[in-house]
């Protein structure tokens, strides 16, 4: 098990495109995405699940939803072969529910799931501000990777001094129009630059709608490229 763990200091920066793309094409199959921002997401419903249906999985077996199959309604992981599974996915309620006082809140049950499971978790953590660092420190100082999403260099810099904690797992990945290498990231924000990955803009205008990216464009080709390889260094291979 290990967990891969990507925030950022402002929406928008790609970082649940990331994370979605990341676990599709992820080198071990016993993966599984999760989401986990503390304001809920919409990470299930751009990846065509019935919201109908239940919102805020608890385990693995009896609440996680493979990828909607064609044919037919979401089905449960503890349905799915392993062999079968296409990405195993924890989403985020849209609208987060909170219990009586005294039990735990959906996201700490989750960041326990994150850390029991035996598979690789690819976790989307949403936005980094200080009260959600602190919600989601337990998974944070799991983490073999905390990753940084930005869209430049200086919204890199602000992302490592408030991930300071975690430096010594902390690196961070552009999304970006504009060229940059790795080098010249980690130059720029003294912290390793993982990756410095195209901009989108076809998976960006369509986001609520699909966030999984396609090959049928250069720029799709080059997206998917980049990401399959950040996944192989990711998992040391």
């Known amino acids: 098990m290990a967990i891969f763990s990507f925030t950022q200091i402002k929406g928008g920066n790609g970082t649940t495109t990331l994370s979605a793309n990341l676990a599709e094409l992820w080198p071990n199959p016993d993966r599984i995405l999760m989401e986990m921002g503390v304001g809920g997401g919409n990470l ?51 609208i987060p529910d909170f219990p009586p006082p005294g039990e735990k809140m959906w996201w700490q049950k989750r960041a326990e799931l994150a850390t029991q499971t035996e598979m690789d978790v690819i976790c989307d953590l949403g936005v980094c501000v200080p009260e959600h660092l602190t919600i989601h420190n337990r998974v944070l100082n799991a983490s073999i990777s905390v990753i940084a999403v930005a869209a430049s260099s200086e919204e890199a810099k602000v992302a490592v001094k408030r991930l300071a904690k975690y430096r010594d797992s902390l690196a961070v990945v552009i999304i970006s129009k504009y060229k940059s290498t790795p080098a010249e990231i980690t130059g720029l924000v003294g912290c390793p630059c993982f990756a410095v990955l195209p901009r989108n803009d076809a998976i960006a205008e369509s986001a609520w709608h699909n966030v999984l990216a396609s090959d049928k464009s250069k720029q799709g080709r080059e997206y998917l490229t980049a990401v399959a390889a950040l996944a192989h260094r990711l998992r040391g291979e």
Do not use: C, F, H, N
């Open 44 to 94: 299930g419903w751009t990846m065509g699940y019935d919201l109908a249906a239940p919102s805020a999985p608890t385990s693995l077996t009896e609440d996680g939803y493979d990828l909607v199959p064609e044919d037919g309604p979401p089905r449960r992981l503890s349905e799915i072969d392993k062999k079968d599974w296409q990405l195993p996915v924890l989403p985020a309620p849209m």
